[in-house]
């Protein structure tokens, strides 16, 4: 089975910054993709930043030039490094995945962890 596990959620105040950070663990034999969405309440989830296992990335365009994403292959991770942050960025972030896991190395499965929340005061 997989995991991920999220970290480095909170509240802080209109112009600051945060990092999440999120680990996959388990029987993975190779992570594709690796990306983080948000859901504001009462609206649906959206992409905020993904980025490929050779290490391009893309982002939404609400925070193309503030947040910035990141992963380290060798230990499962991927970073959110969030600047200038604004209080519609007010949401629970989850973390997502493709990850092909050793006893089927050919088929990769998406995986969600169970999301931070990250809000933004005024």
């Known amino acids: 089975q997989v995991q991920l596990v999220e970290s480095g959620g909170g509240l802080v105040q209109a112009g600051g910054s945060l990092r999440l950070s999120c680990v996959a663990s388990?029987?993975?034999?190779?992570?594709?993709?690796m990306g983080w969405y948000r859901q504001a309440p009462g609206k649906q989830r959206e992409l905020v930043a993904t980025i490929a296992s050779g290490g391009s990335t893309n982002y939404a365009d609400s925070v193309n030039g503030r947040f910035t994403i990141a992963r380290d292959t060798a230990k499962n991770t991927v970073y959110l490094q969030m600047n200038n942050l604004k209080p519609e960025d007010t949401a629970v972030y989850y973390c997502y995945a493709d990850i092909a896991m050793v006893h089927n190395t050919r088929v990769f499965y998406p995986y969600w962890g169970q999301g931070t929340q990250v809000t933004v005061s005024a």
């Open positions: 388990g029987s993975i034999f190779s992570i594709a993709y």
